[in-house]
């Protein structure tokens, strides 16, 4: 999400607490801070992708996920 698009959820958060929103902006902001939330957890799944453990012998072990 480019900083464009977490400006207008920030407007319309604003505009929620003094006036309220139409439904219209209701749904806008729904589909961008679905898209913040995809993003967050994109980037985060990255890093995780790219998380190494290193033991006390200097064994590299990639991060496992979760039941593997």
Not at 11 to 39: F, H, M, P, Q, W
Request: glycine share 8%; net charge positive.
């Amino acid at each position: 999400m480019d900083q464009k698009g977490i400006d207008r959820i920030n407007e319309l958060a604003r505009k929620a607490k003094s006036v309220g929103l139409t439904a219209e902006e209701e749904k806008e902001r729904a589909v961008l801070r679905r898209a913040y939330i995809d993003s967050v957890v994109g980037n985060l799944k990255g890093h995780l992708d790219n998380t190494y453990f290193v033991d006390e012998k200097g064994n590299k072990e990639k991060l496992k996920k979760k039941g593997e």
